[in-house]
């Protein structure tokens, strides 16, 4: 909850933020960046195979 303290609102990052934290954005960009070169290679190795 949060408090005031010298005139100011004192708060938590988690209360700053607004909501829950949730997922991590670095597990986001290297689950995404790891299917894009999954599929870049498969797409290397059905089609310019050869």
Request: aromatic share 8%; glycine share 12%.
């Amino acid at each position: 909850m949060a408090t005031k303290q010298d005139g100011q609102i004192v708060e938590t990052a988690t209360e700053a933020r607004g909501a829950e934290p949730g997922p991590s954005v670095f597990a986001l960009l290297a689950v995404s960046t790891g299917l894009a070169v999954l599929v870049l290679g498969l797409v290397w190795f059905l089609f310019l195979q050869g």
